[in-house]
Structures are given as structure tokens and as C-alpha cells.
């Protein structure tokens, strides 16, 4: 904010600022939800110390990955329904969300989520080789978009490095905490301790800051993006002939 302020950078340099300044923002709530300050639980913890309840924090990581790619694909319903394609957005995003939010739900105990579930895999098995010809591709490609559930499998399970990246953060805190103690035992020690403290956390702050941009611009831009976005345009030839009248035949 400070930076902002004084020096009001502009274009690139402001937008990364800005999503810099509301990460740490994010951060400090998240800190106060989950008791970690500096690698200590200096104060109780709003919700649960994920060093003691990992797998709590993993499943809400989960959780996020669900909602998020469940929105891209709402999106994408969206953008067919939009462009008149309403029985397409059924058959790509609907079925799909049945099963993104059925299974889950019925492994927690929700009984009428199984046939939610169970509407999603007997719909995309008939309608996702719906524009093959034949019935027997119309067949093999639902098997096929079937078994490409395990790609959203795959994208739900990446957000498990959110988990990672947390419990990292924590614990690379405490290693440098207790470093720090250890040789401020003595008189002599404590100006080494302190060093310790001061370089450790920075380094600490610094590596996760960029730990935290590069894995959230991934889920972004692969996980989240990949379900709606469309590239439009024309593509970016530098060096390239533009042969509207004649045509280059290789000598290869």
C-alpha cells in the first residue's frame, strides 16, 4: 500500500502491486483463521491450526478446487446457452457438474446425491459421442468422455498444492524459530539469533510470496480458464510471409 501510494507505479508494475497488496491482505486473514504467525501460534487461531488437523486442510483445499472449476464450468454453460447451444451446455457442463458435486456429496453421506451422481455418468455416456458418426462411435465416444472425468480428477487434486503451500510456510517459520532459540541461549548468541530471525522470515516471506503467485496463476490459467476460455484473433507471426498472391513451394 505504501508502495502504491508514494510511488504510483503504472501499466504491469501497478497490476502486480495490486495483487500483491490484496494477497497480503488474503494473508493475514487466512493467519488469523488458521493461528499461524511467524511459524508460532501467538494468538488461538480463529478456526484450526492445520499443523494438527492436515487432512482438514487438505479437504478444504479440495473444496475450493470443486467450487472453482465448477464456476469455469458454469461459465462455459453460459457462453453456449448465449450463442444458442442449450442442449450442448446440458450435455458438456451439466452432467458434468452432476458428478463434480454428486460423488462428493454422497461419499459425505447425502443419500439422493448418488442418483445425481449417477444422472451425470448415464448422460455423458450418451450424449458425449453425440457427434460421431455411427452408433458404434457414438458409443466408444462415450466411454471415452467417461473416462475423461479423470482429467477433472486430476485439476480437483492439483489444488492440494494450496495444502503444501501452507504447511510449508509453517514449518520452514518454525525450523527458523528454532534455530533462532537454540543459539540464543547464551549472551554471544543472541545477536546471531536475531540475525537468523530477520533473514529466515524474510526469506521465508519472500519465497512463499513468489511460491503463492506462480501456483495461483497456475490454477488460473489451467485449471480454471482451460473450462470456458476461447482464444480469438489472429495469431502472432513476427518473421512470417504473408503470401495473399502467391504461393512458396519447398524445395525440400
Given at each position: 500500500l505504501f508502495f502504491l501510494k508514494?510511488?504510483?507505479?503504472?501499466?504491469?508494475?501497478?497490476?502486480?502491486?495490486?495483487?500483491?497488496?490484496?494477497?497480503?491482505?488474503s494473508t493475514v486473514i487466512w493467519g488469523a483463521l488458521f493461528g499461524g504467525w511467524f511459524g508460532e501460534e501467538l494468538l488461538p487461531a480463529l478456526w484450526f491450526v492445520p499443523m494438527n488437523e492436515p487432512i482438514m486442510m487438505m479437504g478444504i483445499c479440495l473444496v475450493f478446487g470443486v467450487i472453482q472449476i465448477s464456476v469455469g464450468l458454469m461459465a462455459k454453460g453460459f457462453m453456449l446457452i448465449r450463442d444458442g447451444?442449450?442442449?450442448?451446455?446440458?450435455?458438456?457442463?451439466?452432467?458434468?457438474?452432476?458428478?463434480?458435486?454428486?460423488?462428493?456429496?454422497?461419499?459425505?453421506?447425502?443419500?439422493?446425491?448418488?442418483?445425481?451422481?449417477?444422472?451425470?455418468?448415464?448422460?455423458?455416456?450418451?450424449?458425449?459421442?453425440?457427434e460421431k458418426p455411427g452408433i458404434l462411435k457414438k458409443i466408444m465416444g462415450g466411454f471415452s468422455g467417461l473416462y475423461g472425468l479423470m482429467n477433472y480428477v486430476s485439476d480437483i487434486l492439483s489444488y492440494t498444492r494450496l495444502?503444501?503451500?501452507?504447511?510449508?510456510?509453517?514449518?520452514?517459520?518454525?525450523?527458523?524459530?528454532?534455530?533462532?532459540?537454540?543459539?540464543?541461549?547464551?549472551?554471544?548468541?543472541?545477536?546471531?539469533?536475531?540475525?537468523?530471525?530477520?533473514?529466515?522470515?524474510?526469506?521465508?516471506?519472500?519465497?512463499?510470496?513468489?511460491?503463492?503467485y506462480v501456483h495461483s496463476c497456475r490454477l488460473q490459467y489451467i485449471e480454471f480458464y482451460s473450462k470456458f476460455f476461447e482464444g480469438n484473433g489472429r495469431a502472432f507471426v513476427p518473421y512470417g510471409y504473408r503470401t495473399k498472391y502467391i504461393q512458396l513451394k519447398s524445395e525440400a
Amino acid at each position: 500500500l505504501f508502495f502504491l501510494k508514494k510511488v504510483r507505479p503504472r501499466g504491469m508494475m501497478g497490476a502486480i502491486t495490486t495483487i500483491v497488496l490484496f494477497g497480503g491482505v488474503s494473508t493475514v486473514i487466512w493467519g488469523a483463521l488458521f493461528g499461524g504467525w511467524f511459524g508460532e501460534e501467538l494468538l488461538p487461531a480463529l478456526w484450526f491450526v492445520p499443523m494438527n488437523e492436515p487432512i482438514m486442510m487438505m479437504g478444504i483445499c479440495l473444496v475450493f478446487g470443486v467450487i472453482q472449476i465448477s464456476v469455469g464450468l458454469m461459465a462455459k454453460g453460459f457462453m453456449l446457452i448465449r450463442d444458442g447451444h442449450a442442449f450442448d451446455a446440458l450435455c458438456d457442463v451439466a452432467f458434468l457438474l452432476c458428478i463434480l458435486w454428486g460423488l462428493p456429496l454422497a461419499v459425505l453421506g447425502i443419500p439422493f446425491m448418488s442418483y445425481v451422481a449417477i444422472v451425470g455418468v448415464v448422460g455423458i455416456l450418451l450424449t458425449a459421442g453425440r457427434e460421431k458418426p455411427g452408433i458404434l462411435k457414438k458409443i466408444m465416444g462415450g466411454f471415452s468422455g467417461l473416462y475423461g472425468l479423470m482429467n477433472y480428477v486430476s485439476d480437483i487434486l492439483s489444488y492440494t498444492r494450496l495444502f503444501g503451500l501452507g504447511l510449508a510456510t509453517g514449518v520452514i517459520g518454525m525450523v527458523f524459530n528454532t534455530i533462532a532459540t537454540m543459539l540464543m541461549g547464551s549472551v554471544i548468541g543472541i545477536p546471531f539469533g536475531i540475525a537468523i530471525l530477520i533473514a529466515g522470515h524474510g526469506f521465508n516471506l519472500a519465497i512463499n510470496a513468489l511460491g503463492a503467485y506462480v501456483h495461483s496463476c497456475r490454477l488460473q490459467y489451467i485449471e480454471f480458464y482451460s473450462k470456458f476460455f476461447e482464444g480469438n484473433g489472429r495469431a502472432f507471426v513476427p518473421y512470417g510471409y504473408r503470401t495473399k498472391y502467391i504461393q512458396l513451394k519447398s524445395e525440400a
